[in-house]
């Protein structure tokens, strides 16, 4: 998994946030205290669950929202996949072979009852 900050994305949402304009039906869920949604409810990686990069992706998900976690998730999602014609310079190895890229956001908070 490659990590990359971008600043071109929307505000992130407030939580916990109620609407949603992109995808129909989507919620929100407090994954501290439903653990369980976490691999069940993520509709923008429902289609990519049988690759191992979306079961990594969830145990980020349960240990950020762990009972023992100074942090908790409020939002994520995924892009649909496109060729990146710019190789990392980290990973020139794995881009050179495989230039697609799905590319998502990630919310995390710290928690202040900790």
Same mark, same amino acid.
């Given at each position: 998994?490659?990590? &990359?900050?971008?600043? #071109?994305?929307? /505000? =992130?949402?407030?939580? /916990? ?10 919620? *929100? ?6 653990? !369980? ?5 993520? #509709? &923008? !990686?429902? +289609?990519? %669950?049988? *690759?191992? $990069?979306? $079961?990594?992706? *969830?145990?980020?998900? #349960?240990?950020?929202?762990? #009972?023992?976690?100074?942090? !908790? ?6 892009? %649909? =996949?496109?060729? &990146? +014609?710019?190789? +990392?310079?980290?990973? /020139?190895?794995?881009?050179? %072979? &495989? +230039?697609?890229?799905?590319?998502? =956001? ?9």
């Amino acid at each position: 998994m490659f990590v &990359d900050f971008d600043d #071109e994305l929307l /505000p =992130p949402r407030q939580r /916990p946030w109620t609407v949603t304009v992109t995808t129909t039906g989507g919620q *929100y869920w407090d994954f501290r205290t439903h653990s !369980e949604k976490i691999r069940t409810s993520l #509709e &923008d !990686e429902i +289609p990519w %669950q049988h *690759y191992d $990069a979306v $079961a990594v992706f *969830y145990d980020l998900l #349960e240990w950020v929202n762990g #009972e023992d976690s100074i942090s !908790e998730s409020n939002d994520c999602g995924l892009r %649909q =996949p496109v060729v &990146d +014609p710019t190789t +990392p310079d980290l990973v /020139p190895h794995v881009f050179d %072979q &495989d +230039p697609i890229v799905i590319h998502g =956001p990630l919310t995390i908070l710290f928690r202040n009852d900790c």
